[in-house]
Each structure stands twice: as structure tokens, then as C-alpha cells.
């Protein structure tokens, strides 16, 4: 009887203790949640979206993914894709690359709703669809476009896919050629420079047997060439980006015991990561610790201080204009027509700036003279092409940066992507350049 007393003295001990503790981290996160929506509110007052977002934490039980799925457009809330809170993943050939048949609602710090991003089984993006697949072996009627290069064309800056660039190129040519039958496929992805883009064509996308390949780049080239060629400078080429000689790393480490079981410990940060981010509590703690992956989330200079700040690089204008001409070889190998374009940003043409375009070029006004040093230099290469390659239907290469200088309306929500008035605005120019350079034949 005593020993059953005492059992039962000793769970009610623990219950106890249970309960004391589930309560203090019940308070410490509803600390934090505070702490947060006072941080958003009165200091970093960023849209209200965000802040109720945050402010819903409240609840250690509620999932942050449910307010933005609401905010998130009807496509996304109807596709099948398993929603993720990630939308990269690390690739041993790539260096990283999409997260196949997945849906993602993202909500930054910028005047947008919430953004929907919807991959299929093959990891390209929706336009538009959320039910999608493109057999390799496509239609005799069907005129295949595949889009290459960064967020741009992935579709960050628009709310719903079929406001991207790639979506309005699709709109723009079934009304220009109602007769014709145009697919446009989306192999855009976020943080992608010429280098990531020449691997992914060469490995994967030539075998969809494109009718013709956009390049569509130019600001990840420009914004990365600094940081990219300071680390292991002579170990980076058109074809081994800094996310390769990083997984190299990760390699080298697999060999050696404690270094494989740092990684272990690495993997089980990630995997509580994942589990614990509707937490305020680790919210605070995540922002205020190294970035567990720096691969997918790199250190820009616009953190950096004055002197870690790179300063422009010869060297980038070589691997853009080696990576492009690769592009051109591969089109002829594989025999489909390409067109490269430079593409518009924020404070490399003559463009007047708006008073919202204004407040987003001083923010990341330190960055600008790198851009603009780039961009003056990937003009002339972009001409050099269009001298070297003859315009016979098969290869086209045009500097549209100064494509928005003409548009007096709001067309930046951030120092390069666009809304969709200027996603369609650089579609428009884009198929009245195809037809100049007659890859596309009315």
C-alpha cells in the first residue's frame, strides 16, 4: 500500500513539475510574441499583413503557414503540391535548385500580399496552373519556350503566378498568334546568376527539346559578382559557383568522424528548425544566431561593414560573357534557337523614378555602383554577341534594361523585381524583339 503511495506521490511530483514547465514556456512565449509585435509595430513597421501575422503567435499553437495560405490567391490554396515552409533545396550538380511538387506562400517585408509559388513533379513553376507536367516528347503542333534565370522569372514581385514574367509571355503571344499553339515553360529560380542557369540547360532542360531558350539575367550577375569571386577565387569558374565548393566542403567533412557528426548535429538543428518556426520564442532566437544554411541564404553585402564590401570585379564580365556564349554552343549542339536578354533594374537606365521606387533605391543605395558598373559592361557584351552572332533566326542578344524607362506609373516593388504592369510591359518587349531578330515569324 505504502509503495503505491509512493508512486503515486511521485507522479503527482512530476505531473507537477510538468506543469510548471509547460507554463514557463507558455509564458516565455507569449514574451516573445510581444516582443515581436512591438519590434514590427513601433519599430520595423512593416506592412500590417506582416504584423498580424506575427502578433497571431500568440497562440504556441497556431501555424504562421494558415495566415499566409488565406492571404495566398486561389490556385494556391487549390493545388495538391504538399505545402513546405521551404522552397530550396542544396544539389550536388546545381548547387541548389526548386523543391519539386511543392506549394509555397511567402510574405516579405514589401507592399505586396502574400506571394504563391507552386512547382510540379519535375520542379518547374507554375504559370498560372496548379495541376501541370511537360512530357519531353512534345507535341508536333506545340512551340516550346523555356525561360531561364533568377527570381525575376521564378515570379517574386507578383502575388499569383499568372502575373509572372513567363505567365505574361504565354498571354501575350496567344493574342499576338491566336493560330499558333505556344508553351511556355518556367525554369526560372531565385538566387540563379548565368552560371547556375548554363548547368541547369546543358543538364536537364535541353532535353525537353525547347523551339527556343530565353536568357533572361543580368542582376544576379551584377549583385553577386564581388562576393562570388572573393571567397576561393581560382577554384570559381563559369561552371563551379561558390554553392559547389561549399557542398565540396560537406563532402570532405562526411570522412573525418567528428566533422560527420557536427553535420548530424547541423541536420537535427534543421529538422527542429522546421518543426519550431511557428515559436516566437525561436523566431528571436533564429534571427539573432548564424544562418544555418548559407548556401540558400547568403551573407549580402548591403549587411556587411565598409570594408568587407567588395568592389567591382573584372573578372565577373568574363564568366557572364564565357556563360553566355556556352548558352549560344549548347543551342546549336542541341539545335533550338536562343535569345539572351539583359534585363531591367533599378538605377541603370535613365529611368524617373517614382516616389515608392525612390524609397527602395536609398535603401540599398550602397549596392547601386557595383550594378551600374556591371551593367555598363554587360551592355557592350550583350553587342558584342549581336556583332558576332549573326541574326539568322537562330540566336538573338538585346540590352532591354532602359525597356521601363518610358512608364511614368509604379513598376518596381523592390530594386528589381517587378509588379505585373512591368512584367508585361518587358513581355511585350521581349516578343517585339523575337520578331526583329525572326526567331518568332508572324
Not at 568592389?311 to 553566355?324: G, M, R, W
Amino acid at each position: 500500500m505504502e509503495s503505491t503511495q509512493g508512486k503515486m506521490k511521485n507522479f503527482k511530483n512530476i505531473a507537477i513539475i510538468a506543469i510548471i514547465s509547460i507554463s514557463l514556456l507558455f509564458l516565455i512565449e507569449i514574451m516573445a510574441s510581444l516582443a515581436i509585435y512591438v519590434h514590427y509595430s513601433y519599430v520595423k513597421k512593416p506592412p500590417l499583413t506582416n504584423r498580424l501575422a506575427d502578433f497571431l503567435l500568440l497562440s504556441p499553437f497556431f501555424e504562421k503557414s494558415k495566415v499566409r495560405e488565406d492571404m495566398c490567391n486561389e490556385i494556391y490554396k487549390n493545388a495538391l503540391q504538399e505545402e513546405r515552409r521551404e522552397y530550396m533545396q542544396e544539389d550536388s550538380l546545381l548547387g541548389f535548385r526548386l523543391i519539386p511538387d511543392t506549394k509555397y506562400c511567402y510574405l516579405r517585408d514589401s507592399p505586396l500580399p502574400a506571394e504563391a509559388f507552386i512547382t510540379n513533379k519535375q520542379g518547374f513553376t507554375s504559370i498560372g496552373q496548379s495541376d501541370f507536367y511537360y512530357n519531353r516528347l512534345k507535341e508536333k503542333d506545340v512551340y516550346r519556350i523555356i525561360i531561364i534565370g533568377g527570381s525575376t522569372v521564378w515570379g517574386v514581385g507578383t502575388p499569383s503566378p499568372e502575373e509572372s514574367l513567363p505567365a505574361r509571355i504565354q498571354i501575350s503571344l496567344n493574342k499576338r498568334y491566336p493560330n499558333k499553339k505556344f508553351e511556355v515553360i518556367n525554369a526560372g529560380v531565385g538566387g540563379y546568376s548565368t552560371r547556375n542557369e548554363l548547368l541547369y540547360l546543358m543538364s536537364e532542360l535541353v532535353y525537353y527539346k525547347p523551339d527556343l531558350v530565353i536568357s533572361y539575367g543580368g542582376w544576379n550577375d551584377a549583385t553577386f559578382n564581388g562576393m562570388m569571386s572573393r571567397k576561393n577565387r581560382e577554384d570559381i569558374n563559369g561552371l563551379k559557383t561558390p554553392n559547389h565548393l561549399d557542398i565540396d566542403t560537406h563532402f570532405k567533412q562526411d570522412r573525418d568522424i567528428l566533422k560527420t557528426f557536427s553535420l548530424f548535429l547541423g541536420n537535427l538543428n534543421n529538422v527542429f528548425h522546421d518543426n519550431l518556426s511557428w515559436s516566437a520564442t525561436h523566431k528571436i532566437i533564429d534571427r539573432n544566431v548564424n544562418k544555418r544554411n548559407l548556401i540558400l541564404r547568403p551573407i549580402m553585402y548591403e549587411n556587411s561593414t565598409n570594408s568587407e564590401r567588395p568592389l567591382f570585379d573584372e573578372s565577373s564580365i568574363s564568366l557572364y560573357e564565357s556563360n553566355l556564349k556556352m548558352e549560344i554552343m549548347v543551342s546549336k549542339v542541341f539545335k533550338f534557337n536562343i535569345a539572351i536578354f539583359l534585363q531591367p533594374i533599378m538605377g541603370v537606365s535613365n529611368r524617373i523614378l517614382t516616389q515608392e521606387e525612390l524609397n527602395y533605391y536609398k535603401a540599398d543605395e550602397v549596392g547601386f555602383p557595383i550594378k551600374q558598373e556591371f551593367y555598363s559592361r554587360a551592355g557592350q557584351v550583350i553587342k558584342k554577341l549581336k556583332n558576332e552572332y549573326t541574326l539568322d533566326g537562330e540566336v538573338c542578344a538585346v540590352n532591354i534594361s532602359k525597356s521601363l524607362d518610358e512608364i511614368k506609373e509604379t513598376v518596381y516593388n523592390d530594386v528589381g523585381h517587378l509588379y505585373a504592369n512591368g512584367n508585361e510591359a518587358v513581355a511585350n518587349q521581349i516578343i517585339d524583339e523575337l520578331v526583329i531578330c525572326k526567331i518568332i515569324r508572324p
